[in-house]
């Protein structure tokens, strides 16, 4: 028996609001590693499937759905976030390539301070600035104030061509691996949707 069932179709979960801290039982580690209280918004944009290698595996149904919640995904917080991308001077390890965004402008303010502290790209085993600025996107990350977009943009980009209007969005059902239904990226994917963007 599955950790979790499959999601049951909606047609109105692209129109739903986020929970950015709703916590659930996904997805911790693939193939089939599931663990109860994850934080479900740092999961989801985290999520296997974004991945390109993965995203071009999958069936044609499924770039649809994935598509289609990542758009919605990326409209939300484009509306409730603020969209950061650290500047190029700025080349930390952990900031690197990274697409983050915050909550309000004190928070991208605070990062930038931190950031620019003497040691800030250093080890945290023993730069004491460098272990701040990581404890305060990690705080940030788990507390739902800070959302990692990276992968959710890049996979969005990639799978451009399977955008498609809401309305026909609305009705398409993906099709998962019933045999093996915990190792099924779509479906960890989905349950982590589904914890953030929940009724």
Not at 62 to 79: D, G, P, Q, S
Request: charged share 25%.
């Amino acid at each position: 028996m599955p950790v979790r069932s499959p999601v049951p179709h909606d047609p109105n979960a692209l129109r739903r609001d986020l929970d950015p801290r709703a916590r659930g039982l996904l997805r911790d580690d693939t193939p089939n590693y599931w663990k109860e209280n994850l934080h479900a918004l740092s999961n989801l944009s985290g999520s296997q499937v974004l991945r390109p290698w993965t995203f071009d595996e999958l069936t044609e149904a499924n770039k649809w759905v994935v598509i289609a919640h990542v758009a919605h995904i990326l409209e939300v917080l484009n509306k409730r976030y603020v969209r950061r991308v650290p500047p190029p001077e700025m080349d930390l390890w952990q900031l690197r390539n990274r697409v983050l965004f915050v909550r309000n402008e004190e928070m991208w303010g605070k990062i930038l301070e931190l950031a620019k502290r003497p040691g800030a790209g250093g080890a945290t085993a023993t730069d004491a600035a460098a272990r701040d600025l990581l404890d305060y996107l990690d705080a940030g990350l788990s507390s739902g104030d800070l959302v990692e977009g990276s992968l959710l943009e890049k996979c969005l980009e990639h799978g451009r061509s399977y955008s498609e209007a809401l309305e026909i969005a609305c009705q398409r059902q993906p099709i998962f691996n019933v045999n093996n239904l915990d190792s099924d990226d779509v479906h960890a994917f989905l349950c982590a949707y589904e914890t953030c963007f929940h009724s």
